[in-house]
């Protein structure tokens, strides 16, 4: 058996809907490229996902081709992982729709973020966002993933396709793997800068509530300056501090420091000094990202080369997948 059939399989998918924030970067993408030695990596730009909210079409492009850019610059290397566009890949569409059949409506109502973005876009809650786990489902079992680095947000859905993944097992007989999720300890659920009981979200209508990963330094440090955080003037973490103690997971994911360590750096410093720190730190992390995203935007071609390839590989690994899925529900083979 080679070592890449033995290796054990990661997906995860982003959305195009926007510049990365930090809680994207910090919760999912920056665990990514670690895990490439060691499994069988997969990632994509999931725009099929993206569209169960309304997009401008240009602009959902444009969003593409940048968000693939800036996954490349998280450090993915496409030679060694799998990394291509959802939508370059139709076995997914296909496989969602077998899924949708093991899947309850009752189960899916019950997803978080279907009533929280149904309340936000209430003038078009459509078919799609409400079976957007479906999908996500899909996404992950065509590759039997074993693993599914993910953010703390969406721990419920990957829990739907276990479900999914069980129930379809139990109808026609072993077959998909329950994928596990993986969330990072620090940083799985990075907090709006302007509202911290809220998650920091790509597509959140203050600007100063997110940094995004391509800000320049002084947005960081300006956004950080301007975090609402509480009247007091301790740097601890403690319950109801909820935005200081959202700056310091944000310290802590950066730097590596524990909440100690940071509480002693700060002792008898106030606020000012700490959100300055922090929107330093953050910058000089994020500063190669930024370096990096820049060439690459301007390589059209080689971006076109990679994803191209990213989608032949995807499809070649799903199609047997899905050839086998339509041979146990019981579909007359095609030829
Ligand atoms: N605030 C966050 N903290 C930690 N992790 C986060 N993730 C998202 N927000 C945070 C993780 O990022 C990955 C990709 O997310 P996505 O783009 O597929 O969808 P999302 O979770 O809906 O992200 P956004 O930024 O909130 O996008 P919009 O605004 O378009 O809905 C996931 O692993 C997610 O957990």
């Not at 309304?54 to 693939?68: G, H, M």
């Not at 620090?186 to 907090?191: C, E, P």
């Not at 002084?218 to 403690?238: H, M, Q």
Request: net charge neutral; hydrophobic share 35%.
């Amino acid at each position: 058996m080679s070592e890449t059939i033995a290796k054990k399989t990661i997906f995860s998918g982003i959305q195009p809907t926007g510049t990365f924030t930090l809680g994207n970067y910090i919760g999912a993408i920056r665990n990514w490229g670690p895990l490439q030695d060691e499994y069988n990596c997969i990632y994509s730009i999931v725009d099929m996902h993206a569209i169960t909210v309304r997009q401008e079409p240009a602009k959902l492009r444009q969003n593409t081709l940048e968000a693939y850019a800036l996954l490349l610059a998280c450090g993915i290397d496409p030679k060694r992982s799998t990394a291509f566009i959802q939508s370059h890949n139709p076995n997914h569409a296909e496989l969602s729709w077998i899924l949708s059949c093991s899947t309850q409506f009752g189960e899916l109502s019950r997803m978080t973020q279907f009533k929280v973005k149904s309340e936000k876009h209430s003038d078009d809650v459509n078919a799609g966002l409400f079976t957007y786990p479906v999908l996500m489902a899909a996404d992950i079992l065509a590759y039997n993933a074993d693993l599914v680095p993910i953010g703390a947000d969406q721990k419920q859905h990957l829990e739907l396709a276990r479900n999914i993944a069980g129930r379809f097992n139990q109808k026609y007989g072993e077959f998909f793997t329950l994928p596990e999720p993986y969330i990072p300890k620090t940083g799985a659920r990075v907090m709006s800068l302007q509202d911290p009981t809220k998650k920091m979200s790509k597509s959140d209508e203050n600007p100063n509530a997110c940094i995004f990963i391509l800000d320049d330094k002084d947005t960081i440090i300006r956004k950080f300056k301007r975090a609402v955080t509480d009247s007091e003037a301790e740097v601890c973490y403690r319950e109801g501090k909820d935005g200081i103690n959202n700056l310091m997971s944000i310290y802590s994911a950066v730097t590596g420091k524990s909440f100690d360590e940071i509480t002693a750096e700060f002792a008898g410093k106030g606020y000012g000094d700490f959100k300055i720190a922090v929107g330093e730190a953050v910058a000089d992390h994020l500063e190669p990202v930024r370096t990096g995203f820049a060439k690459l935007i301007e390589d059209k071609a080689y971006l076109k080369e990679c994803y191209t390839a990213g989608a032949e590989a995807a499809f070649k690994m799903t199609r047997k997948t899905l050839s086998k899925v339509y041979r146990k529900v019981g579909f007359v083979d095609a030829r």
